[in-house]
């Protein structure tokens, strides 16, 4: 034996007639009309409970749920169980009444007895309730149309209009919604397909779920576990109707990646330009990412150590202060210089290598703080500061030791194919000055230096947002210009 609706069920279980309609025919004036007379309107109004004759049609408890005219339908949804705390009152927030614009073919027949407004209600549009009995409007399952529009400030009316074969004409203008039949008939099918859809994927979760708690767990040898495959179009569809507003929780961030790592081949076969994309996303992405983390230790004056580290976790920014590709092969490398007791040695920063050569360079890190430029000596000369020149002292010795030593301390790296040809010294300090004094003065002294190159800490950021920009950079579509704007 089929289901039946809660509603029809209580309503098979009635015993006192019930529920009861009573129409009200009034004319143009809404004046109430006497039997034959000519009618304009018919009022329908309704009740849940029985209700003495000697108590007029349109008076409490009565409750109005239509208005009918050869024109137009008006109903007014109201919650319509007696005993439901909100018995009588709008089911909806802000929207009172759903009008029905008149039909062209056939103009509405204003029902005088409840047979005739049963056969009324069986012409309203798809989508809505035809029994007066269980309530009016729009059926439980495409509600959710009518509860965007009562999330609207202001709007108290829904105006339903055109024949379904009209394109859509909808517009918003409060108190009024106007909705064209069109766009409600296809937002009602997307509505139950995706309710469809979802209905059948959770059946399939479930009957799995249980498959395996029931059968897999106890005989898993006989019975395979069962997984849920994705249905074609699935992520698609869920990631389109986010629309860009899509918040991944952690677990969801690593499913994602886990996913397009375990397609990786198939992507690069059949959509080689969007993971080419997604590539060049993630390395900008990245490199954003870089690029805040350095100005942040650069603003909070971060000293040698913290750098050091940095640098250690992150080479591709060692790798901006060098003209030509470098690698990065060692962090506080030996150099050599220890006396017989085993003290006094020499240790660099980082140990560099040019990528086409593998000539090795050395690399000293100091704190952005440090002054690069010691008090003018002169009217607008500025010497190097003794920290700077003290710097630079200390990687050419560094680079003296490790070349002389090169032959010992260097061993392992010879027989990786590391050179000492011409070992590259490099000093990352300070900050770029702000004077134009200051720089000239800078600028002559770091280009007077052989075989020593000076870069400072905002120069290496600079030239990590430069190359971002280049990533990121989007031209301008072609302009063409028009007939009248041809110089001939």
Known sequence: MPSVPNSEYRLLRRTDGGPFV????????????????????????????????????????????????????????????????????????????IFLAGRVATPY?????????????????????????????????????????????????????????????DYLNPPFYALCINTFNQLRKEVKSISNRHSSAARKEKRARCYNVLLHRMHPESFERQRIRLAPDALAELTNSAN????????????????????????????PNELLRLKQDIEAVSLRELIERCEALL???????????????NPFVLTMAFHYPVIKIGDTPYVGGKVHTGTEGKFSDFLMAAAATNNVAV??????????????????????????????????????SFQENFSTVGKALDRQGYRAYSIACLVIAGKSPDSEDQ???????????????????????????AIYDLMTYKPEPPKFLTKDELPF
């Open 299 to 313: 603003e909070s004056s971060s000293n040698e150590t913290r750098w050091q580290a940095f640098l250690t976790s």
């Open 363 to 400: 690399v000293e890190i100091k704190s952005p703080s440090m002054r690069l430029l010691g008090s003018e000596y002169r009217s607008g000369v500025f010497p190097p500061s003794q920290d700077l020149s003290g710097a630079v002292a200390q990687a050419i010795a560094q680079r003296i």
């Open 109 to 169: 027949k204003l029902p005088e007895n409840n047979d005739e407004l049963d056969d009324l209600l069986e012409s309203m549009p798809a989508g809505f309730y035809k029994n007066w009995r269980h309530g009016l409007g729009v059926q439980w399952d495409y509600r959710v149309i009518i509860k965007v529009i009562d999330d609207v400030p202001g709007v108290s009316h829904i105006f339903f209009h055109a024949p379904a074969d009209v394109p859509r004409a």
């Open 22 to 97: 009573a129409l009200l025919t009034r004319d143009e004036m809404g004046i109430p009309t006497d039997e034959g007379e000519p009618a304009f309107q018919v009022d329908v109004y309704f009740s849940d409970v029985a209700i003495s004759d000697d108590i007029e049609i349109g008076s409490e408890p009565w409750i109005r749920i239509m208005s009918i005219t050869e024109d137009l339908i008006e109903i007014m949804p109201v919650q319509q169980r007696f005993g439901h705390s909100e018995y009588g009152k709008p089911i909806y927030k802000n929207v009172k009444s």
């Open 244 to 271: 860009g507003d899509l918040k991944l929780s952690k677990r969801d961030q690593q499913a994602a990646v886990t996913l397009v790592r375990r397609h990786t081949n198939t992507l690069a076969k059949t959509e």
């Open 439 to 465: 720089r000239q003065d800078f600028e002559r002294y770091r280009h007077s230096l052989h075989g020593v190159h000076i870069v400072t800490f905002d120069e290496l950021i600079d030239r990590l947002r």
